[in-house]
């Protein structure tokens, strides 16, 4: 268990200066989740055609619609699309959680999204290490600027997600298991500068409780 992950569910807490007894929780959480749940992932890398209805993974039936995807994509040759997921038995046991003890769900909650957020970053960190001559762009998912949420279905279907993960989308175009994630990450030949980082980018920021604090997740 790292302190990185520690920091991390501090921040989906929106507590970063959390008081040393809620760091103490935190820690004591993180630490029993990590030893009984691991993220899974799965990631493939394919050529890219750009279109006028988007960017298209070729050979799939992957279209990345939006300014955001082509700003990003734009001098990529390829994408990696990852699918990460903490699995359903933490869903299952979050729910029992939230049955007896509601402040300790939400901890385990923010716990299980960091989890799984460092579950992609390993995956990133492998694609790195197989591909060291190319330069990935930042990782960014569906719902993020305006890359709409209904391609969800379509990269699940291109990593055979369901098959390998257990992972499917619902009809309003949201993942199951609940901890789960897909993204995409582009690779150039040469260094990427565009970041798609922030709150401007984040379908979120009208109902995000931490702008509305005059905060943010560090995203």
């Given at each position: 268990m790292s302190a990185h992950l520690i920091e991390e569910t501090l921040r989906y807490l929106g507590a970063a200066d959390a008081p040393e007894a809620l760091r103490r929780q935190v820690a004591g959480e993180a630490e029993a989740l990590s030893a009984q749940f691991r993220p899974r992932y799965v990631y493939r890398v394919w050529d890219l055609d750009v279109r006028e209805?988007?960017?298209?993974?070729?050979?799939?039936?992957?279209?990345?619609?939006?300014?955001?995807?082509?700003?990003?994509?734009?001098?990529?040759?390829?994408a990696a699309l990852l699918a990460c997921t903490l699995g359903a038995r933490f869903d299952l046991s979050l729910a029992a959680v939230q049955a007896r003890d509601m402040s300790r769900a939400v901890i385990l909650d923010a716990c299980g999204s960091a989890l799984t957020e460092q579950g992609c970053d390993e995956a990133e960190r492998e694609l790195a290490a197989r591909f060291p001559e190319r330069y990935l762009t930042d990782?960014?998912?569906?719902?993020?600027?305006?890359?709409?949420?209904?391609?969800?279905?379509?990269?699940?279907?291109?990593?055979?997600?369901?098959?390998?993960?257990?992972?499917?989308?619902?009809?309003?175009?949201?993942?199951?298991?609940?901890?789960?994630?897909?993204?995409?990450?582009?690779?150039?030949?040469?260094?990427?500068?565009?970041r798609i980082r922030g709150c401007a980018y984040c379908q979120m920021r009208e109902r995000c409780a931490l702008r509305k604090g005059g905060k943010h997740c560090g995203n």
């Open positions: 209805d988007g960017v298209c993974l070729r050979g799939t039936a992957v279209v990345l619609r939006g300014s955001a995807a082509f700003r990003m994509l734009e001098t990529c040759g390829q990782r960014f998912s569906p719902g993020y600027g305006d890359l709409p949420l209904a391609c969800q279905g379509d990269i699940c279907a291109a990593l055979d997600a369901s098959r390998r993960l257990g992972l499917t989308v619902t009809e309003s175009c949201l993942l199951n298991p609940v901890k789960s994630v897909t993204a995409v990450i582009g690779l150039s030949d040469r260094p990427q500068m565009a």
